[in-house]
């Protein structure tokens, strides 16, 4: 299993459905209660940032990681970051790093091929997010899903998950015969069928 392969296919699929966004999308609601899709995308960015700030050994200032401004155009500050990060990932010799993700732990670095397990994980996941926002489906094969479902797997299902910083929410119990990318959404506490509510009708004017 190539990790920076999967990641890419991840990150790419992840700007593509973003580039179908249009001005009146920025604050639709998303998967991620506390923001709306430009907050997401911010969230994002930042991430890409973060990653490949840590791919460069600067990953423990955690100023690295934080929200990004996306300024008047967030597809176009969005896909700069995902270059920035596929490129940081893409080095020669990054995979015999050690990252440092603060957001997951101060105590320790996490080896490259990890690290950008998380990452991956984080674009499958929130590629949904964004295309469930514009109300549209994600383009993964299933390769990439049966490999999401091995790292979703792997995260913890415990207190972690209940505190307001927590990166996902305690898990769900999938439906009978799901599809491989809902069963690593339920693992991580997403709703598959998620869909944007709907917006209260204007009473009409007298």
């Not at 896909?79 to 957001?103: C, K, M, N, W």
């Not at 514009?134 to 094969?141: A, M, T």
Request: aromatic fraction near 8%.
């Amino acid at each position: 299993m190539d990790i920076r392969k999967l990641d890419r296919t991840a990150v790419l699929e992840s700007a593509r459905i973003l580039d179908q966004a249009t001005p009146a999308d920025w604050a639709a609601p998303t998967p991620c209660a506390d923001w709306n899709l430009r907050e997401l995308v911010a969230h994002m960015t930042g991430q890409h940032r973060g990653f490949a700030a840590a791919a460069a050994g600067r990953g423990s200032d955690l100023s690295a990681w934080r929200p990004a401004e996306l300024g008047d155009d967030p597809v176009k500050a969005y896909r700069a970051a995902a270059d920035e990060v596929l490129d940081a990932f893409a080095r020669p010799g990054v995979l015999t790093s050690e990252f440092a993700i603060p957001e997951i732990s101060t105590a320790t670095t996490f080896p490259a091929s990890v690290a950008i397990g998380f990452h991956f994980l984080d674009y499958v996941v929130h590629g949904w997010d964004v295309a469930r926002a514009l109300g549209i489906d994600p383009r993964l094969g299933d390769d990439v899903a049966e490999a999401a479902l091995v790292f979703a797997l792997r995260v913890p299902d415990d207190d972690r998950r209940l505190g307001p910083a927590a990166q996902f929410d305690p898990s769900l119990t999938p439906v009978r015969e799901a599809g491989t990318l809902d069963l690593v959404l339920a693992a991580l506490g997403r709703t598959p069928g998620w869909t944007a509510p709907a917006t209260p009708a204007t009473a009409p004017q007298h």
